[in-house]
């Protein structure tokens, strides 16, 4: 049986901010003086992805140098994304441990060595423009959810190296750390300008509702990337998951990731409705939070159906 894209649906409105188009051409430029983009070939591909226009409808608020910031970290996130996905690195778990390894020392604020890939380089500016709204101290919770991103990647790799398609239950387990998404939650009091002590951000519920709407995402990505990805051999989808552990047909695993979707969502609404209130200024500021995890889910939804993203792989042979 053949693919039939989903159409699902989300109840939160978008929004839209205004200078996410002038934000996504100075990405650009930043990642074409640090070499991320190899060719017109691959710059023609980045573009297609309107990384701009997602950064915008997630965080249709912030000011623009801070905005800047995040979209150049998903610029930069997408390519090691395609790097560490594909060939050589994607299924040599060794080289790809050691490459992160090295990105993370970076991020720490280890030195440059003179021959480093453009995606090092890049990732150091990245943290020099990150300690204009940090102290390094303050910097950790993100740095320890980059690496526990690429821990996931890593996980991914060593799946790909043995040929072996993940079961059901590590894959919930490992999937809201391959997103990505809990980088950006931790960097949320960083940009901000408003209160988000480690109380509140570890808060049983405020945590919950951090993975709830991660999920959300997640499942719209293993939806809607999923020709990508069958065209690929990518095992890590959750629709072929199900398929491969529980015999499940396409339409059948399509069918229930798609109710997995609306069950978080569900449950992310009813979570959001009862959410303690803790009184002035951290009161705005979770509302603030909630506002940035719906622009997450319906952000991400409308940019997947619009995005270049899932058509071929926005990167091909590039040094890492």
Same mark, same amino acid.
């Given at each position: 049986m053949e693919y039939a894209r989903p159409s699902l649906t989300c109840p939160f409105p978008v929004a839209h901010h205004p200078a996410a188009a002038?934000?996504?051409?100075?990405?650009l430029a930043w990642a074409r003086r640090h070499g991320l983009l190899?060719?017109?070939?691959?710059?023609?591909?980045?573009?297609?992805?309107?990384?701009?226009?997602?950064?915008?409808?997630?965080?249709?608020?912030?000011?623009?140098?801070?905005?800047?910031?995040l979209t150049q970290w998903t610029l930069w996130g997408f390519v090691w994304d395609d790097l560490c996905g594909t060939p050589p690195l994607g299924n040599d778990p060794q080289r790809l441990d050691a490459a992160q390894q090295r990105l993370l020392a970076v991020l720490r604020g280890a030195a440059l060595h003179p021959d480093e890939a453009p995606t090092v380089r890049a990732l150091a500016d990245l943290r020099q423009?990150?300690?204009?709204?940090?102290?390094?101290?303050? @910097?950790?919770?993100?740095?320890? #959810?980059? !690496? &526990? /991103?690429?821990?996931?990647?890593?996980?991914?790799?060593?799946?790909?190296?043995?040929?072996?398609?993940?079961d059901l239950q590590a894959y919930l387990a490992m999937r809201p750390f391959s997103s990505g998404v809990y980088t950006y939650t931790e960097a949320f009091g960083l940009l901000e300008g408003l209160p988000w002590p480690e109380e509140l951000r570890r808060d049983p519920q405020v945590e919950r509702l951090t993975l709830l709407a991660n999920n959300v995402v997640?499942?719209?990505?293993?939806?809607?990337? @999923?020709?990508?990805?069958?065209? #690929?051999? !990518? &095992? /890590?989808?959750?629709?072929?998951?199900?398929?491969?552990?529980?015999?499940?047909?396409?339409?059948?695993?399509?069918?229930?990731v798609e109710a997995r979707y609306y069950q978080d969502l569900a449950a992310y609404q009813a979570l959001e409705a009862c959410l303690p209130r803790?009184?002035?200024e951290l009161d705005r500021a979770l509302?603030?939070?909630?506002?940035?995890?719906?622009?997450?889910?319906?952000?991400?939804?409308?940019?997947?159906?619009?995005s270049g993203r899932y058509g071929a792989s926005m990167l091909q042979a590039q040094p890492a």
């Open positions: 002038e934000v996504e051409q100075a990405a190899a060719s017109a070939g691959v710059e023609r591909r980045v573009r297609a992805v309107r990384i701009g226009e997602l950064m915008g409808m997630v965080y249709p608020h912030l000011a623009p140098d801070a905005l800047l910031l423009r990150w300690l204009r709204y940090a102290t390094p101290v303050q @910097l950790d919770p993100y740095i320890r #959810s980059v !690496e &526990q /991103h690429f821990a996931a990647c890593l996980w991914e790799a060593t799946n790909r190296s043995a040929g072996r398609t993940p997640c499942w719209i990505n293993d939806l809607l990337s @999923l020709p990508k990805e069958l065209a #690929s051999g !990518e &095992q /890590h989808n959750l629709v072929v998951i199900l398929q491969q552990h529980q015999g499940l047909s396409l339409s059948s695993a399509l069918a229930q803790c009184g002035g509302a603030t939070y909630t506002q940035v995890l719906r622009g997450w889910m319906a952000g991400s939804l409308q940019w997947s159906y619009a």
